[in-house]
């Protein structure tokens, strides 16, 4: 189920396809990060004109770098790519939710549109443990949707902490 966006307004058939469609794309991007060993998630920055301006996935494991997660490295490549860290007019697609660091920085390039796929109980900042966006310290009125393609985001987080357990215990 597809969270409406903050205003309220109600999604149209062609606008939670499209929603789905990228946030299908940050899926595969997640995937390739757990066939490497990082945490499944990946991010997508989408031009008002519909093409991809930045994009990641995990690396803090092979980058040894605690800032490298899927959005940051989407974020610094968009911003690399439009040249300018502005990115109002740009949508995010995340498969799964920010974390206080992300959302920060989510918030600092004020983005357009942010669009995450499962809810992090443990470290989300947008909605679940924190709300970042909604806060008195957020300068820039963050539109979100969440919950797109949620079903199969989660799964891939499931399947892919249950094979590292299974490792680990084997």
Known sequence: MIEREAQGTQLTSEQAAEHEYWM?????????????GEIPVGAIVVAPQGQVVGSGH????????????????????????????????????????PCPMCAGAIIQAR???LVYGASDPKTGAIRSVLNLPDSPCSFHRLKVIAGVREPECRQMLK??????????NG
Request: proline residues 2%.
């Open 24 to 36: 299908d794309q940050a899926r595969l991007l997640a995937l390739e990060a757990g066939a490497v």
């Open 58 to 97: 995990n690396r803090k494991e092979r980058d040894q770098d605690p800032t490298a997660h899927a959005e940051m490295l989407a974020i610094r490549a968009a911003v690399r790519y439009l040249g300018d860290w502005h990115l109002n007019q740009c949508r995010l697609y995340v498969t799964l939710e």
């Open 111 to 113: 983005l357009g549109l």
């Open 159 to 168: 399947d892919w902490f249950a094979q590292l357990r299974s490792l680990h």
